[in-house]
């Protein structure tokens, strides 16, 4: 199995949703695409849901996932990221690398307080 990207448009925010095995790396490569996507869509809040994919994210992985979260500073969007509790690292490397690239990001491991602080 490989990692399936899914994006749904709902009336606050844009939710992608990535499913399957895979590795950090074929997820963050994914994050132009769906950037644009809402750019083309006309939303500034996105959501990616995590819950559904596996992978064993290294502490270097975590570094890049921040780093390449660059691109939703680029498109001003607000993000919430949310995964299972065993994906979220409890010093939160990841979200702080994003952070200090100028992302309006956040975990969670629940979705609805991700909807929540994304609707805010």
């Known amino acids: ?18 499913t399957g095995v895979g590795t950090a790396e074929e ?9 644009k996507h809402c750019e083309h869509a006309n939303k500034n809040k996105l959501l990616l849901d995590f819950t559904g994919f596996h992978t064993d994210a290294s502490f270097v992985d975590r570094y890049f996932l921040g780093k390449e979260a660059q691109i939703f500073a680029h498109y001003n969007l ?15 490397f990841g979200e702080i690398v994003a952070q200090n690239r ?9 979705l609805a307080d991700a909807e929540q602080w994304l609707l805010e």
């Open 78 to 92: 607000k993000v919430a990221s949310v995964g299972r509790p065993e994906q979220l690292d409890p010093k939160r």
């Open 27 to 35: 997820a963050w490569r994914q994050f132009e695409s769906i950037a």
């Open 1 to 18: 199995m490989s990692i399936q990207l899914q994006i749904e448009e709902t009336p606050g925010y844009l939710a992608a949703r990535f």
């Open 102 to 110: 100028g992302v309006n990001l956040r975990a969670f491991i629940n």
